[in-house]
């Protein structure tokens, strides 16, 4: 049975950096690609940011892409959002993801397991 499990979410101030964390377990993650996606109120899930399952790729939502960094710690088998220069539009829940594909993906469809999900607040 695969579990992900995030934490790191909170509030934080614009301007400010939080990291997300998602553990795995039931499954390897340098094995096949994550992903990361949030959720606002009354929006559709968005994608944030990919990583193959070599590690070597990653591919980023635009309005991310510069701010927000994807890494992974396959000794732990944990990957982390790096978040930093956060915005209020950046506030959602935030999702971890795993698929069965090994390359970049970024369809929530494709993706076959999913974390409870965290929260980030971007207020002053």
């Known amino acids: 049975q695969v579990q992900l499990v995030e934490s790191g979410g909170g509030l934080v101030q614009p301007g400010g950096s939080l990291r997300l964390s998602c553990t795995a377990s039931?499954?390897?993650?340098?094995?096949?690609?994550s992903g990361w996606f949030r959720q606002a109120p009354g929006k559709d899930r968005e994608f944030v940011a990919t990583?193959?399952?070599?590690?070597?790729?990653?591919y980023y939502a635009v309005s991310v892409k510069g701010r927000f960094t994807f890494s992974r710690d396959n000794a732990k088998n944990t990957v982390y959002l790096q978040m930093d220069s956060l915005k209020p539009e950046d506030t959602a829940v935030y999702y971890c993801?795993?698929?069965?594909?090994?390359?970049?993906?970024?369809?929530?469809?494709?993706?076959?397991?999913w974390g409870q999900g965290t929260q980030v607040t971007v207020s002053s």
């Open positions: 993801a795993a698929s069965d594909r090994r390359d970049i993906v970024t369809i929530p469809s494709l993706y076959n397991y």
């Open positions: 039931g499954r390897t993650v340098s094995s096949y690609a």
């Open positions: 990583i193959d399952w070599s590690g070597a790729n990653t």
